[in-house]
């Protein structure tokens, strides 16, 4: 017999519609995001097993008495969601927490989809999670290195223009502390700018040490600080000015020059850190003057 007279076997066909149940188990426990059905009240009914892992979940049992308001770390935001079902059918992407079993709390995306009885009552919502938690985090750190000075490791003007908004309020008090060093420039002409650089680290360390936990210290450029401070009364500002007045020979890396402001009633960031700088440029000339008097 010749290999032409054998048999010829067809190869075996594979259902590829999504409308089989098998090959959408299979590609339900494939993919990445987490796929549940919830009932109405919150309770997680079935799940793939990329939903159980974000869960902290072996199996859907242990899941059990954990949805609901056990699920979602906000309850409001969860039933914005459900709202936003109800109203349209479904919603993609929507931004939510949740708690997972041991405690920790992951950032999703959740597209939500309610399944309808005949007379239009939600019968089961069907939700798909993708995991951003990571990415939150990322954007995140990006985003204080943003507002962050890289030398100091205080904040820099662009922090001070994105809390504008909040420093402007009407019913903001604060006062600003306006700091220089002095010798900068000496110790960069002598002993070079990593010299001069390790002394604005220090003197921003020296500040940290002795300011409260809420204070803001900003490095607005090259040797000149600022103290962002909420207080309620101008007194405020001359005791905290001279608590590091007094700390500053022992501590500070070198000698520095200190004025500061109260803000006054609408006034804005740019005009409360000029007046700032503008009583240190005046109690730096009446020393002058008195140590001319002096002499």
């Known amino acids: 017999m010749s290999d ?56 859907i049992e242990d899941l059990e008495g954990h949805g609901g308001e056990k699920l979602w770390v906000s309850p409001p935001r969860r039933a914005e969601l459900e709202e936003l079902v109800a109203e349209r059918g479904s919603v993609h992407e929507f931004e939510i927490e949740a708690r997972r079993l041991d405690g920790s709390v992951i950032t999703v995306l959740e597209t939500c989809h309610a399944q309808r009885s005949s007379t239009g009552e ?18 995140e750190q990006l985003a204080e290195l943003n507002v ?44 070079g700018q990593e010299e001069g650089d390790r002394v604005l680290q220090r003197f ?38 001279q608590r590091l007045l007094d700390h500053g020979p022992q501590q500070a890396p070198l000698a520095f020059g200190v004025g500061y402001a109260y803000r006054r009633p609408g006034e804005k960031v740019e005009q409360i850190l000029a007046r700032a700088k503008e009583d240190l440029q005046d109690a730096r000339g009446a020393d002058e003057l008195r140590d001319r008097r002096n002499t």
Not at 4 to 23: A, G, I, N, R, Y
Not at 31 to 56: C, H, K, W
Not at 207 to 226: M, N, P, S, Y
Not at 233 to 239: C, L, R, S, V
């Open 4 to 59: 032409h007279d054998e048999e010829t076997v067809e190869p075996e066909q594979l259902q590829v519609s999504l409308e089989d149940p098998s090959t959408l188990r299979t590609l339900l426990e494939a993919i990445s995001e987490g796929t549940y059905v919830a009932s109405p009240d919150g309770r997680i009914l079935d799940a793939n097993p990329a939903f159980l892992q974000m869960m902290g979940a072996g199996s």
């Open 122 to 139: 939600i019968q089961a919502y069907y939700g798909v999670l993708l995991d951003i938690t990571k990415r939150k985090s990322w954007q």
């Open 148 to 191: 962050r000075d890289p030398l100091t490791g205080c904040y820099n003007q662009r922090y001070v223009e994105n809390q504008r908004h909040e420093l402007e309020r009407p019913s903001c008090f604060w006062g600003c502390l306006f700091f220089d060093l002095e010798g900068l420039k000496t110790v960069n002409e002598q002993f």
């Open 204 to 241: 921003a360390h020296f500040v940290i040490r002795h300011k409260r936990a809420e204070d803001v210290l900003v490095r607005l450029g090259g040797d000149e600080f600022a103290l962002l401070v909420e207080v309620r009364t101008p007194d405020n500002m001359k005791i905290i000015a």
